[in-house]
Structures are given as structure tokens and as C-alpha cells.
């Protein structure tokens, strides 16, 4: 080490790139900026501040002091400051800030930040005083702010000078004193409005880390989050609040998680980096769109991580991780890796399993109605597919929904319940309908369960139906609407359905569609593995696991449309158009699917589907279907048939084909 090279028997363990500018990076590594707007009980900022100190402790053998200590060119002596104590004290006091709502959550990562400076100290003698964290970790809520005056340069300045004193006071009267002065600011800043602002008491960073001469403001060189999975119903009386902020990606139906990536971006300095794990429903859900629309014109997205159904932290919902940059995207692709079922931690580490697996996607060709990840060759093909096909948006269809009941217990009932009501009272036939639940369906044909549905829809005279109404009375403290002025915690939870205008023995939604379910359709579930498309001309209803496609006015191509949705390309392109979810599972929602493209074709060419389509419907109506291999051979063999006759609607290649089949 002492010549200043690489020996036999010594070698630099670390790049020549990183010896040569190790003051520099240290230096950055002292002065980075690091928040977690949902600070929880601190994790991620306690895992950040060990990775700095570890670096720098990396790097303390090649910084030289101004005796040329440290260079190991000239003597491997190191500075005596430069301890991991100094480091985590520095790197508190310097470089972490978190925010949250939960005092509690406040107060825990405040402890642990404490513990996380003293643990592993052994000379206690070297111990300072616990720092003061109430301006590093403040409770508050992330996503608001406040009117405030950023142009009283004064105030700020002299905020910026108390807070160092107060971070480091040890004595109770002065502690205070600094404290009143701090709180009297920021009050005159916000014109008295306490609630929390990045800009007011984190001022210091976005003045820090601003660049005057080409008019950027400052921010944070990182934020790192997992915010709070919170349905949209659970956010009602936030949620004007947040339109009134501003937010570009705001959308009624959003869940609260998604607000925290635009606050994140709008927190981070120019070319600042943000990574959140979060619900991975973004990607696909209708309240995503302006937020792959925001990424994909606003930020430079490095890398998504799309864990599908593995649980990370014990999640109940399936996760990813975003990394993103605060900076315009040109020419830049995104590293994407789908966490399969074949990855396994005995087996893969996570950085191992993603530079293995991972996709380099150009964010140019992301579509922000879905996200759709695949490589370049898989690419092309959907494109030629899309091409030729018309979204369904265009054809002379309705989609529609299956029916919410707000309790199956009650209006689901099976053939036996089914029988007795109406040998009671004939007249309940009337409103009992057959019933199709998503599990049911399958390529073609369907399990039907003996199961119908009490279809008492609103506006319903249930006085008609006497058999029918006695019967669900006994279900009534549970289909009872929830009252407007129901107070939880005054009055206890409650017992029945939702809030909504409806009696109590009525469907809990309106269903103004419900002569739909009467004519010929389509049915298909709403989530599936194996994509299956039935027609159906004996009016059966469905419930909420499934949507229903009907023609608004001539029904002859519905065969020629469940043919092609059917078939080997219609299911290869869902499954590169459809988000992934657990096992394999996508989920074909409304919004996505409208506009799922299929090629219109005349009426005589739809004739040869349609063939088909009688040929397998002749089998496969049969009771003994699903226990005949000879009957489900032959209903494949016209499968195949009909699989030819679509690659030769897109004139497909060989190449193309195997891709479709997935021997490529």
C-alpha cells in the first residue's frame, strides 16, 4: 500500500475511478439531502444513514488531510474524526428528514434514529447529548401545504441560522427559548397556519440545494417512500383538499398512495432521484392514467421493479418499486423486471434475478392508457396486431359490469331456495334469474352452479313479491343502508351495507343496464388465467366477477367476436397488453378493454368463424362435455382451426406465429 500501487500480493479493492474522487464523493455523501414523506417508524432513513457511513468509511483511506494523511500514497494514518459516530451524527443532523401524520410513527423514528447514533459506540466518552430531531422528523401531513411568503429572505435566514443552534442545545432553558423563537417564525411565515409545508420548515434544503444562475429551485437529492396503502373511499374528506392543492395527477377515484409520487417529484431538486414501493395498480388501474402520464412526460423513470404476487413487507396488495429522476426523458429506456414465479431468494439474489431477467424499455413508446412492458421483437408484433385491429370503443357494443348485490348471502340463493319460494308464490319467478359467477366461465362454455339471483332492483314494488320479501327480512339488520349521520365511533360499527339510496331489500346498485343481461352477450370474468369468452343466449345474469358484452343494435358478428377473442392471438396480446398480477392472473378491466382492438371483417368473411363457432357450441353445450375427452379434442381441433384462420387476417409469419404460441 505504501508504493502507491497494486502489488502481488495487494490489490485496490475498490475502481480507480472512485480512489481518484473519493474527497469528491465524500464529500456529495456529506451534503446529500434525503426524505421520506412517510416516515413510518423510520426504516428507510436508518437504512440510508448506514449506507452513507458505510461508504465514507469505505472511502477514508484514500482522502488525504492537509499532512497528507489518508493518501495511500503517502501514509494510511487516518483523520480521527472520521469515526461512524461522526459520520451518523453528521449524516442526522446534515442529511435526513422525514414527515408523517402519526405522532406516534413521529416518536419511533425519532428513537430510533437516537439508538441507531449510540448502539454500536463503545467509547461513551465521545458521546454528545442526544440531538434535538423536532425540525428533522416532523409530524405533519405530506401531501398539504401552506400560503407562505418565500420571498421574506429575512425570516428564512434567520430560521436557518436557529435550527443548527437548537439541534445541538442541551440545556432546557435555552432549548425553549430557540424553540419559541423557530415556532414564532415559521407562525409569521405562514400567517399562523400550522399546518406542515416542505418549503417552510425544511427551508434550508430548498435554498441549500438551489441553483439561482439557471433559475432552479433547490429540493432534495433523494426521496425514498412506502406511503400508506389507503383505498380511495377511505379519503372523502381529503380529497377536495387535494384538488384545491393542485395535483396533476388528481383523480376522484385515486387511492391516496398515488399522490405521493407527484409530491415526491415536486420535493426532489432538478435531476434528484425518487424510489417508492408501492400497490402496483397504477400501471393499469383507470385512476393511473394521469400518472403514467406524468411519468412519461415529466420524469426520466430508471427502473420498475414489479414484484406481482410476491409479498414484499407483508404486503396485502401486490407491490413495485419506481425509481425515477426529476428530468425530461429523450432517448431513454427503462429497465423493467417482472418478479416471476420462478424466482425464489434460496435461489436468486434480487439484483441477480433483475440483471438476469430485466427488459430495457424505451420510455417513448409506453402508451399512458396502459403501460405495456416487452422487448423490442414482442414490441413490433403488437404493434402490426394493433394495427390492423379496431378497439372495441368503435364497434356497436356495450360493456357492461356483473351485478353488485351489497350481500350475495341474501340474493344468491340455490335451486332448492329457488324452488320452494316459487311453488309458495309462483309470481317470485318473475325476479329470480340465473346466475353466472366469474369461476364458472370457460373457453366456450360455461359450469353453471344452480345458482339465481333475487333481482330486486331499486324502484321495485317488493309488495308484489310477498314469498320474496319474507324471505330476505331475515337478512334485514345486514341489508340496511348505512345512515348518512352514522357515526362510527359514536354510534359502533355497522352491521348492514353501504351508504346509498336504496330499501333495504333492494340491489345494492342500480343496474340501469340490467335488460342487457337478457339479450345475446358475451360473458366473461373479470379476472382470469386462462382468458375465456363464452356466448350466451340463455339470459343469464352474472354477479360483479364478471362483465357482459352486448350489441347496441345487430348482434350477428357476437360469434365472430367471441371466435376471435378465443383465440391464440387475442390472448397472446391481452397478456402483453394486461398487467400481470398474481399467478398469472390479469384483470381485464372496462377501461383497457374498450379499447382492445379486434379487425372488423365483412359479413361473408365472418361466416367461417361463425361456422366454427355453432360446431364447437353443439359440443360444448353438451352436459357431458367437461367429462368427454373426445368432445373437448374435437372442440381444440376447431380451436386450431380458427387460430389459422386470424394469423391469416394479420398475415403473420412463421417467426410471428411462434411467438404468438410461445415457442419463441
Not at 196 to 210: G, I, Q
Not at 252 to 261: A, E
Request: proline fraction near 5%.
Amino acid at each position: 500500500m505504501r508504493e502507491g500501487r497494486e502489488t502481488r500480493d495487494y490489490s485496490y479493492r475498490l475502481p480507480e475511478s472512485i480512489r481518484k474522487n473519493a474527497k469528491r464523493i465524500d464529500e456529495a455523501l456529506a451534503s446529500i439531502k434525503i426524505c421520506d414523506p412517510t416516515v413510518g417508524s423510520g426504516a428507510f432513513p436508518v437504512g440510508m444513514m448506514h449506507e452513507i457511513v458505510k461508504a465514507r468509511e469505505v472511502l477514508t483511506p484514500h482522502i488525504a488531510d492537509e499532512h497528507g494523511r489518508g493518501d495511500s500514497r503517502i501514509a494510511p494514518t487516518t483523520d480521527p474524526e472520521r469515526t461512524p459516530y461522526n459520520f451518523k451524527r453528521h449524516c442526522i443532523q446534515e442529511s435526513i428528514y422525514g414527515v408523517d401524520i402519526d405522532p406516534s410513527a413521529v416518536d419511533i423514528a425519532k428513537l430510533r434514529l437516537w439508538l441507531s447514533l449510540v448502539v454500536d459506540e463503545e467509547d461513551y466518552k465521545r458521546i454528545k447529548p442526544l440531538p434535538n430531531l423536532e425540525y428533522k422528523i416532523v409530524c405533519g401531513n405530506s401531501l398539504l401545504g401552506v400560503e407562505k411568503d418565500l420571498l421574506n429572505h429575512k425570516l428564512f435566514q434567520e430560521l436557518e441560522t436557529l435550527k443548527p443552534q437548537f439541534f445541538e442545545e442541551t440545556n432546557p432553558t435555552r432549548k425553549k427559548a430557540l424553540k419559541d423563537k423557530i415556532d414564532s417564525l415559521i407562525k409569521q411565515i405562514t400567517n399562523n397556519d400550522e399546518h406542515f409545508d416542505f418549503e417552510v420548515y425544511f427551508s434550508e434544503v430548498f435554498h441549500e440545494k438551489a441553483c439561482p444562475e439557471r433559475s432552479r429551485r433547490g429540493g432534495f437529492d433523494v426521496v425514498i417512500a412506502n406511503p400508506p396503502y389507503v383505498r380511495q373511499e377511505q379519503i372523502k374528506r381529503l380529497k377536495p383538499l387535494l384538488q384545491k392543492h393542485g395535483y396533476q395527477i388528481y383523480d376522484s377515484i385515486s387511492d391516496l398512495y398515488t399522490y405521493f409520487f407527484e409530491k415526491g417529484y415536486n420535493i426532489l431538486k432538478a435531476f434528484g432521484t425518487s424510489t417508492f414501493i408501492t400497490s402496483n395498480k397504477w400501471m393499469r388501474a383507470r385512476y393511473g392514467e394521469k400518472l403514467r402520464k406524468f411519468f412519461k412526460e415529466k420524469t426520466k423513470v430508471n427502473q420498475i421493479i414489479d414484484f406481482n404476487g410476491y409479498k414484499v413487507f407483508e404486503a396485502t396488495v401486490d407491490t413495485n418499486i419506481t425509481i425515477f429522476q426529476k428530468q425530461v426523458s429523450t432517448n431513454h429506456s427503462i429497465n423493467f423486471c417482472l418478479i416471476k414465479d420462478d424466482y425464489s431468494l434460496k435461489e436468486w439474489s434480487i439484483a441477480g434475478y433483475i440483471k438476469n431477467h430485466a427488459l430495457q424499455i424505451p420510455q417513448r413508446t409506453l402508451d399512458y392508457k396502459h403501460f405495456t412492458f416487452a422487448d423490442n421483437t414482442v414490441f413490433k408484433l403488437k404493434e402490426k396486431i394493433e394495427r390492423r385491429g379496431v378497439p372495441l370503443a368503435n364497434w356497436d357494443v356495450n360493456i357492461n359490469r356483473g351485478i353488485v348485490t351489497g350481500l350475495n348471502e341474501a340474493f344468491v340463493i340455490n335451486t332448492l331456495t329457488k324452488e320452494r319460494i316459487c311453488t309458495e308464490d309462483p309470481k317470485s319467478a318473475e325476479i329470480i334469474k340465473p346466475l353466472l359467477r366469474g369461476r364458472d366461465i370457460h373457453k366456450y362454455s360455461y359450469k353453471w352452479a344452480g345458482l339465481w339471483l333475487i333481482f330486486s332492483r331499486r324502484g321495485i314494488n317488493i309488495d308484489k313479491y310477498p314469498r320474496i320479501k319474507a324471505y330476505l327480512h331475515q337478512y334485514k339488520d345486514k341489508l340496511e343502508p348505512k345512515p348518512p349521520d352514522w357515526n362510527e365511533s359514536r354510534d359502533g360499527e355497522w352491521k348492514g351495507r353501504k351508504p346509498g339510496p336504496y330499501k333495504w331489500y333492494e340491489i345494492q346498485d342500480n343496474i340501469a343496464y340490467y335488460t342487457e343481461f337478457e339479450k345475446e352477450k358475451i360473458v366473461y370474468p373479470n379476472m382470469t388465467k386462462y382468458l375465456p369468452f363464452i356466448y350466451d343466449d340463455q339470459k343469464y345474469f352474472t354477479n360483479q366477477k364478471c362483465y357482459i358484452l352486448t350489441a347496441k343494435s345487430d348482434n350477428s358478428f357476437l360469434k365472430y367476436l367471441v371466435a376471435f377473442l378465443n383465440s391464440s392471438v387475442s390472448s397472446w396480446l391481452i397478456r402483453t397488453t394486461f398487467p400481470e398480477l398474481q399467478g398469472g392472473t390479469r384483470e381485464l378491466n372496462e377501461n383497457i378493454f374498450i379499447n382492445f382492438p379486434v379487425p372488423q371483417i365483412d359479413g361473408s368473411n365472418q361466416q367461417q368463424f361463425i361456422a366454427l363457432v355453432d360446431r364447437i357450441l353443439s359440443i360444448s353445450k353438451d352436459d357431458d362435455y367437461f367429462r368427454s375427452p373426445e368432445k373437448q379434442a374435437k372442440v381444440k381441433e376447431y380451436e386450431r382451426q380458427i387460430d389459422q384462420m386470424v394469423y391469416e387476417l394479420y398475415k403473420l409469419t412463421d417467426d410471428e406465429i411462434a411467438i404468438v404460441e410461445g415457442k419463441e
